[in-house]
């Protein structure tokens, strides 16, 4: 009897251990980076634009290249926020020559920005605001 007794705990044991089966995984996540530079090489990332001077009723056109430092397929969008003074949103424009293009993993893209003054300062004699640029798979 402790005999048979023994032999079901044994085989119960063996049950639960060919039962068991355990699949590594791994992978990675999509990630959507991009980043800008003063040069083609990407060497000299950008910390911040100063437009300098901008005289009324002109522009002033700054190229900044973009890269997709990220692992998937992105396209960008471009936003402008924080403006100060508040009413600076409304005169002074920033566009960009960016057309909807792909842009593959470690991609370069060579983009023109364009800051427009209006012709009256309507009061504004500096400004500062934020460009932001999203990177959407």
């Not at 960016?98 to 364009?114: A, E, G, K, M, R």
Request: aromatic residues 8%; proline residues 3%.
């Amino acid at each position: 009897m402790l005999v048979a007794l023994l032999l079901i705990i044994i085989s119960s044991a063996l049950v639960i251990a060919v039962n068991y089966l355990s699949i590594p995984n791994s992978g990675n996540l999509g990630t959507e980076e991009i980043k800008a530079y003063r040069d083609s090489q990407c060497t000299q990332s950008v910390g911040s634009i100063n437009w300098g001077i901008l005289e009324l009723g002109n522009t002033k056109n700054i190229t900044v290249f973009l890269r997709n430092e990220g692992n998937l397929d992105v396209t960008l969008t471009l936003n402008i926020t924080d403006w100060n003074p508040s009413v600076a949103k409304d005169y002074i424009t920033l566009t960009w020559d960016y057309n909807s293009q792909i842009l593959h993993p470690n991609d370069v893209l060579s983009v023109i920005f364009t800051l427009g003054a209006p012709s009256d300062s309507h009061g504004i004699t500096s400004f500062s605001f934020d460009t932001v640029i999203t990177a959407d798979s």
